[in-house]
């Protein structure tokens, strides 16, 4: 167990809908980040929070956004879903950024669009 | 463009046997190499990591990886494979401001009993 929590766990839903991931850190991360896996794409940075701003963007959609809140949990909101959007989305959280940090992912919320 | 490369998708190994998964890399500077584990249905777990210092690393459930600044591989070895070491394995770097993780393609181990 890393210490980092996702839920829900399975979400399925049709295409056109808005859903929420939700993200918690381990107790005294400070930096947050969201991952997408897919068969097509492999495994790919999404966004970085860092104590409640956001620091880098990797392929997100506009479609897509998230938030980190001042307790640290994050919440990635994806809108207009597509069927290309099922994946699963793995939140990962590290103490700092810097180089050397390892990051520790949760179980990860797999998302099916019909 | 800097990356990680895994060139095999399967690794199929004998219990017992040695493994090796292999990684090259392609980044500039000093890289900070990662290796990490999914089990099905399962997130990824952390293995082990190279930042700088001695080339061979220790890490988790027996794992080691070894970094050949030369060869430009940082590949991840075990002297006596499990069953149960049958898993998807991703190799990743750090890079950019944020410190994201760029991962590879990931190599799917067997471990046949």
């Known amino acids: 167990d890393s210490g980092v929590t996702q839920t829900p766990k399975h979400l399925i839903t049709a295409t056109g809908q808005r859903v929420t991931l939700r993200c918690s850190p381990r107790?005294?991360?400070?930096?947050v980040y969201w991952y997408q896996q897919s068969l097509d794409q492999g495994l790919q940075f999404l966004i970085q929070?860092?104590?409640?701003?956001?620091?880098a963007k990797g392929n997100i959609l506009e479609r897509f956004s998230a938030q980190q809140f001042p307790d640290l949990h994050s919440e990635l909101n994806l809108s207009s879903l597509e069927l290309g959007d099922s994946a699963l989305y793995f939140c990962?959280?590290?103490?700092?950024?810097?180089?050397?940090?390892?990051?520790?992912f949760g179980p990860g919320t797999r998302l099916l669009v019909l | 463009a800097q990356s990680v490369a895994q060139p095999e998708d399967q690794v199929n190994v004998a219990e017992g046997n040695p493994l090796t998964v292999k990684c090259t890399y392609s980044?500039?500077?000093?890289?900070?190499l990662f290796w990490y584990v999914q089990y099905p249905n399962r997130g990824l777990q952390f293995l082990l990591k190279?930042?700088?210092?001695?080339?061979l690393v220790k890490g988790s459930y027996g794992f080691e990886a070894e970094f050949n600044k030369s060869q430009t591989s940082f590949h991840l070895k075990k002297p006596s494979a499990l069953v149960s070491d049958s898993a998807l394995y991703f190799c990743?770097?750090?890079?950019?401001?944020?410190?994201?993780?760029?991962f590879g393609s990931g190599t799917q181990l067997t471990v046949l009993p």
């Open positions: 990962a959280s590290s103490e700092t950024t810097g180089h050397q940090e390892t990051q520790y």
């Open positions: 107790s005294g991360d400070l930096s």
């Open positions: 929070y860092y104590n409640g701003e956001e620091r």
């Open positions: 980044v500039s500077g000093n890289p900070y």
């Open positions: 190279y930042i700088t210092g001695d080339n």
């Open positions: 990743a770097f750090s890079r950019g401001s944020a410190r994201q993780l760029t």
